[in-house]
């Protein structure tokens, strides 16, 4: 699946499936400098930090609605974090690309993996 999500468009450099203990099971990778600079060590302390912060998300669903993703927007890039069974899929974009869409087209490749969204827009 991580390769499909990079084949969305070309300005996604990074996939990966992240399952409940934080740990990558899965990632597909287009563009090292975005996490060459990190040792292993912080790179999983990341990874661990998706899979916590969507967790802590998920806690308010039933008062707020259901968690579609997490946008997170840094300088240079923007991170989304997609809750998926009992992990998370993690991407990396260029801030250029279209949010929406993208979002979208992410979450209708989940259904086609098994796990659907109750807001597919």
């Given at each position: 699946?991580c ?15 992240i399952?409940?203990?934080g ?5 597909r990778?287009?563009?090292d ?7 292993s ?6 990874h ?15 008062k ?24 998370v ?10 949010i ?20 597919l827009?």
């Open positions: 699946m390769q499909d999500i990079l084949s969305i468009h070309p300005k996604i450099h990074f996939s990966c499936y399952n409940r203990n740990r990558i099971v899965e990632s990778l287009c563009d400098r975005l996490i060459k600079d990190l040792t060590h912080e790179l999983e302390m990341r661990m930090q998706c899979k916590l912060q969507s967790s802590m998300n998920q806690e308010f669903e039933d707020v609605g259901h968690l579609d993703y997490t946008l997170i927007c840094r300088e240079s890039i923007f991170e989304f974090i997609f809750p998926f069974y009992e992990g899929i993690f991407v990396i974009v260029d801030k250029e690309i279209p929406q869409s993208t979002s979208k087209k992410i979450l209708q490749l989940m259904t086609v993996f098994g796990f659907g969204s109750n807001n827009r």
